[in-house]
Structure formats: C-alpha cells, structure tokens
C-alpha cells in the first residue's frame, strides 16, 4: 500500500490550507473551491503547461512571479494569489493571443455551449480583440478516421489529444507537425488514427478541433436531455452519461469514476448507442405461420408461448425446456429469467454464458478476489486471459497505466500477439493446448520462467485470468487461479465477456446456481418463502442444452438477449440445435440470426429504454436508467417473463422492475441493502457485494485439474475482437464498418512453410466450415497455431474445433 502523503501549509488567496506535499496547484486550489481557468491541464494526464492559461502569482525569495500553476508543486510555506489583477492580465492576454487565429464560428461548432474557450472567454477574456488581421485557414473538416474529424483552425494546441493517445491508450497516432507559426496537429502519412479509444480526445479537446462523427450537427447541448447511467459493453461497467433529444440517444460520454474506468470510454461504448435507434428494432411480436412471419398482438404471443411451454412441461417433463441469455440485460431482468425457469417451467436449465465462458461456481464463488482498484498498488501483474484491449478496454488502460506510470511488473501470457506486450516485462506465448505445460514451468521457475517467478513473489499481485480464446479448455484459467493462491497477497480477478454477466450469474441464471450465489441444491430460508419449492438437481449448461435439442431430450429453447447462431462458438451446432428443437422463442432487440429461426419473436426493451441494476466483474452494482421509450410495443424482459408466467397459470409476481429490485434483495444475502436509492445517493459509484463475502454460502477453491489431450497438426486460436458482427455493432452504422474481417493469422515460421507471405489468399477449413481469407503475419503467434478472428461479417458461423487446415490459395 501507498505511503500516507505528507501535508504541507499554504496560503491561498491570503487563506492558509492544507495540501498534500508535491501536488499541483492547480489541483489544491481546485480541491479547495477556487477555480483556476486551464486549456491543457486534465487529472488523469501528466502536466505539461503548454497554454499558459493558468498563470498566477506566487511569492519567490525575488518578489512576486507568475507561474503556471499546473506544473507548480505546492511546498511548505508558499503564498498564491490567483486572482490579482496582474493574474487577470495575464489570463486575458493568453486568452487574445488563443483567438488571433480561432475562428468565430460558434454558431455552426459542435462544441458550442459546451466550450471551454467559449466560457473561458467570457470570464476571463478581453471582450474585444486589438487584432483586424486575417485569421489562417485550413481544409476543414478532415476525417483522421472513421470516427473522429479534425478543424486545424480551431486548434490551440494544448496537446490534449497527443498526450491522451500517447500516455493514456498506448496509440501514438496522431502528433504535431510542422514548427512555430505552422505547428498543427495532423496523423502521420497512410496511418489514420484508427485507436480504439479515439473518441475519448474528443470529449477532452476544450475547443472543438475534434469532434465526432456520429454527433456532427445533431443536437445544441440545451436542447438534450441528460442523465448518468453505466456502459451495455464490457464487464467493467464503465460509468456514462446519456444524452437524447426528440426520444432519440444522441451520444455518449464518459464519467470519471475513479473506481471503473476514470472518464475514459472505448469507441464502441462511445459510439455503440447507434442500435438503439436502428430503424431494424423489433416493434411489434412475431409468430411464424408456414415458415413465415407475420405480427401478432402480446395477448395472442404470450398465449401461444405459454400454451407450447405448458404443453411440453406436462408432456416430456420441466427438463424438456431450457434458456440461454440473460447477460445482456439488467439484474433485474436476469432475476425474472431466473425465476420464470424455476417456478413457472421447474428447471436449472439455463445459463447466461454462451459456451464461451468459466465455470460459474468458480466465477461467484473463488476467494481473494481483486478490484480494478488493486491495479493501483500491485507490484506484480499476470494477465493470463483474452488480450485485453479487444474484449476489456478498460481494464487494458488500467492495466496499462499500472505498468507505465506506477511501475508494476507486468507479466503477460497468451498465444497471440495483444495490445499488452510493449509493456510487458516478461511476455511469454504458446501453442493452444499446451497452455498446462507452460503453467508447470512458470511454476517450477525453469530457465527464462525463473526471472518471472522471481516477480510473482514480489506482492500485492493481481491476477487477471480468463480463456485466451475460444477454443481453449476453461479449466486452464482455473489451473492459473490454483496456482495464483499460493502467491503473496494475490487477489485473482475473472473475466468473461458480455456486459452482464456477473450480475447474471448473482440472480442465479446458471445451471448450478439460485440468486444471491447460492447452490442450486442448497435453497433455503427466504427463496423458498417467496419462490417456494425449487429443482434441486444441476441443470444444463448451453452445450448441454443445445446438444440435447439435437438428441431430443430437449424439446424447447428460450433465447433472451442471446444469438447462440452467431456468439457460441461452434455456431454451426447452435443452428442445428435450433432446426431440430420442437418449439423456440426469442425475446430481443432485432431479427437476429438465431430469432429467425425461432417461432415466436417478441421485442424486448434495450438499453436506456428501461430502469434497473447491472455487476461488474468486481461485484459492483451500479444503476442503469431509462432516457428513451423502447420502439413500437417493446417491453422489458422481466414483463414478458412476468406475462408468460401468468399465462402459464404460474405466476411469478414481478409488478416493476424496482419491486424485483427490493425482492432481490430480500432473496440474495449477497444483495442485502442494496437498493436503488442507495445507487442514486451516497452510492453513485456503485456498492460492492463482494465475491467472497460471508454473506454467501458458496466458496470455491479452484485446483489443476488435468488439461485435455494435445492438438495433432495445427492448433486453433479462435479470438473475438472489440468490432465484430454481433447484433448491437451490425446496427450501429459508425462502428460496423470497423470490424477487421477474416483473416488467418500465422507465425514467419508458418508462413514460409506454406510459401505465403501477408496479404495472400489461403483456405482455412475449421470442421465443417471452409473458407477463404487473406494471411496475416502475427510474429508472436506460436508456431504450428492459425489465430482467426470470431464472428466477422460475411463469414457463416464457425466451430471452436482444436484444430485447423491451411492451405495456400483461395477464391474471395
């Protein structure tokens, strides 16, 4: 842990304050109610004092002299006045020297009446301008990417976007250029600025040099509504802000919440709102008539659903009907999912992982768990997971400033190349499969191992782990978790994908678990009060269900929020599970791959659409809320759950999401206080329910369990990327377009064994899917190992098999 600060006594404005030795004086006044107007300076950037706009005096052994105050350290003793008419003077003279050349068009600028030059002028500035000459002009707009466009002539050069990309998201892609009166910001020649966290330098440039894309004369700041609600992407749950005009979401921005994700976004939770106005939105409920569909009305949709799912329970029995889904959705929602399969259907068939996920007991249920936070303190860090940058941004930033600006030995284990490795002291790949045998040598602390051993003693450790791809055993990350436990001070941090999930898994969607973790076997005391009698026996997991849609033990499939045609791994099985399935219902926001194979759609209710709770990875629980009504007659999935029950002559007795929000935490311990009034006063940045805690009866103590046997010939390393073609990005126009598509990914070694070189067309069979697409040359990849890219557009569904066939050649 971090050193006590030491304090120090200055005098502010002939006030004497307390400040810890060695901040910044722009932040001590800050922190002490006295604004000190700024262009350059952000809290989460190094301070560099380029605008001069923060000028003020200060007393010297030589008198009086101005200093900017951003790069000014307080010490023991000093005198700061930061309102003296020489201060003053000086600010409106930066503030005349900033608009020689910025233009006057805060008219037609997307920043205005949120500018910070704009409100800087009016309080600081001159009033009028001694200057008549002709202002510089330049091309304007230039789109620096898909996403972002810069206007030159706007620019004051503090250096927000250069050092925000540099020091905070590792992408160095855009810089000045060019020296004195010609210094612009630009790219660098055929290298767009394609990061995916450039969005974030629009929300900080304070003049409106860049701005985005998808908000480009949409909307004036006074005429949108505002409200503060957490991310649908990415298991941090990254604090936002919604903004929505005329019942349209107009953008997203990033809120500072210092536990999470510190006011930074990526792209795709910045610019992902788009599918929420999608014109393809489910309005209306569908059932299919003669292989068509058509619309029908709720009465007559939940009618049938409830008639079939009746039918097949008094037929073949409860175990005969299971659900996938529920990630995707508020707590609340995943409650009601939960607790439709338990009361009203009768069973433990469901699960909120797609096949693609750890085991859910390990995952509430491990100890020593870590929080973003601890990334702060650890000495050592071990990511054993997915690559991070694709599938946590978030957590990658942090991840990242650990190693860079806090010094943390940072270890990273994964058989591809990841946006971790530049910082990586010790980077360590190998072939999927062979991923226990790594294990035992970082272990045994065997040749290069032993200076990464060596680290892993050094504690606080945090380890982050995970599958590293789709194709890998999920016990390995509970090989890691094993062997992590014997570390010192090691806190162990899971992750899986979908926004939700966690939350999920806490209102007892998984196979073996009831809300408030506790095993299915294990109900008792305020559950069976409320849910009476519950299955006992372990349920089915996805697999397990698919496969016995296909076999016939299942009959019916309830999809909510899930396309497993399209998101299980081996897609191809999940579409001949749903062709052989005797009766499916999806519930969800568009016609998705697997909702149009399904016999009754209904339209559910997305994201800003309704009020509730959602997890993160580290158990906090943060509010979502409601800006927008959902399109057409959609609901939310708790309501039609709510109705089909009802139908079903099984009521569940769901009224309003905040009334499963109190029942939530009647029945979860775990959740016990947790309330949305909470969430919305003193507990803005969410309440931890930690994993772990006393209050819930289930621990898990992982252990090395044997891998399974080694891949003979070409091992798969099957990876999702941050832009695929899953149903929110496929309609959301800005970002789709950014998925990377097909490729087949190959070692030097590799490629020259098969004769060719990056860009050539190869042949990539993966069970019963073959296809073409260009080679792409990955010179951390293992040998022996092919890395493709999960669910791009205009490939069909793939299967997660261990192996794979290359060969060289193809037609597009």
Known sequence: MSEPAEFVTIKLNGEEIQAPAGEMLIKVAE??????????????MKPVGLCRMCLVEVETPRGTALVPSCVQPVADGMAVETGSPVALKAQEGVLEFLLVNHPLDCPICDRGGECPLQDQVMSYGPGESRFVEEKRHYEKPVPISDLVLLDRERCI???????FSDEIAGDPLIEFQNRGNGTEIFTFPDEPFASYFSGNTVQICPVGALTAAPYR???????????ESTSPFHTEGSRITVHASQNQVLRFLGVDNGLTNQGWLSDKERFGFEFIGSPDRLKMPMIREDGEFREASWGEAIGLVAARLKEIVERSGPDAVGAIGGAQGTNEDAYALSKFMRVAVGTNNLDAQLDDGLNPDFLVGVGSRARIQDLESAKTILVWSADLKEENPILYLRVRRAARELDATLIVVHPARTGLDDLADHKFGYRPGDGADLLADLAAGTQDYAPALDALQDGPVVVILGRTGLSEDGGLAEAVASFARDLPAASIMPIVRRANTFGALDMGVAPSLLPGRIPARGASGAIIELWGKVPATRGLDTAGMLAGLVGGELEALIMVGAD???????????????????FSVAIDLFMTDSAAMADVVLPAEGFTEKEGTVTNLEGRVQKVNRIVPGPGQARPDWSVLDGIAESMGSPIGLPSSEAIAKEISTVATAYEGVSWDLLEGEAREGAVVPIGDVRQPLEYIAVNAEQPARTKGLALHLARTLYDDGSAIRHSLSLAKLAPGMTAGLSPDQAVDLGVEAGDLVTVSIGSVTFACPVRIDRALADKTVAIPFNQPGIETLDAAAS????????S
């Open 217 to 227: 004369f949409r909307a004036r700041p006074w005429d949108l509504l505002t409200i």
């Open 157 to 163: 050069l503090c250096a927000r976007c250069t050092r």
């Open 564 to 582: 497993p045609v399209r998101d299980v791994p081996s897609g191809s099985k999940a579409a001949d599970a749903l062709r052989a399935a005797d």
């Open 31 to 44: 922190d002490n109610g006295t604004y000190i107007p700024r262009f350059c300076w952000h809290p989460r």
């Open 804 to 811: 794979v066939l290359v060969k060289a050649g193809g037609s």
